[in-house]
């Protein structure tokens, strides 16, 4: 029997240090609060999470055209309201998202709204290599984030 390589346990113990980062927990908490029907009541926290990460190999195969596939943007969704949530946690203050992406099919148009045409293929692709690229990212935003309102607490309250 061969024995796991050292990277296969690096990448294991990489992928178990980021879903136990604060936005990834907050992320965790967002999506099990969201699910009603207690389907994902036994999921580990890397299965909730798994439709987060989207390899190139992956990335590469779908399809830049159409209409954003909805799993797509309900994981967008998920993974602002978790930044708005922990931005909420830190400052004991509620945040709500600005804006909210939704599949809309208007006849004969894609995405037509001045200014997003070349943001709307990107959404097909939302994701991320790994959880450790997820759990950076996030972790990122909602440090830029509360750095920006420190500097200026006023901004918070408004």
């Given at each position: 029997?061969?024995?796991?390589?050292?990277?296969?346990f690096?990448?294991?113990?990489?992928?178990?240090?980021?879903?136990?980062?604060?936005?990834?927990?907050?992320?965790?908490?967002?999506?099990?609060?969201?699910?009603?029907?207690?389907?994902?009541?036994?999921?580990?926290?890397?299965?909730?999470?798994?439709?987060?990460?989207?390899?190139?190999?992956?990335?590469?195969?779908i399809?830049g055209?159409g209409?954003?596939?909805?799993?797509?943007?309900?994981?967008?969704?998920?993974?602002?309201s978790?930044?708005g949530?922990?931005?909420a946690?830190?400052?004991?203050?509620?945040?709500?998202?600005?804006?909210?992406?939704k599949s809309?099919?208007?006849?004969?148009?894609?995405?037509?709204?001045?200014?997003?045409?070349?943001?709307?293929?990107?959404?097909?692709?939302?994701?991320?290599?790994?959880?450790?690229q997820?759990?950076?990212?996030?972790?990122?935003?909602?440090?830029?984030?509360t750095?920006?309102?420190?500097?200026?607490?006023?901004?918070?309250?408004?």
């Open positions: 029997m061969k024995l796991p390589e050292a990277a296969t690096a990448a294991i113990n990489e992928d178990e240090a980021a879903l136990n980062t604060p936005f990834v927990k907050c992320l965790v908490r967002l999506i099990r609060a969201e699910e009603s029907y207690c389907l994902w009541e036994g999921k580990s926290d890397a299965a909730l999470l798994a439709g987060f990460i989207v390899t190139g190999k992956t990335r590469r195969a399809p055209m209409y954003p596939d909805p799993h797509a943007l309900w994981r967008l969704d998920m993974f602002y978790a930044i949530l922990a931005i946690e830190r400052f004991r203050l509620v945040t709500s998202p600005i804006v909210e992406a809309v099919r208007p006849l004969g148009a894609g995405c037509s709204m001045p200014g997003v045409g070349s943001f709307c293929p990107d959404i097909h692709r939302f994701g991320f290599e790994t959880f450790r997820l759990a950076e990212a996030g972790t990122k935003l909602v440090d830029d984030a750095a920006d309102t420190e500097v200026s607490p006023d901004v918070a309250l408004v």
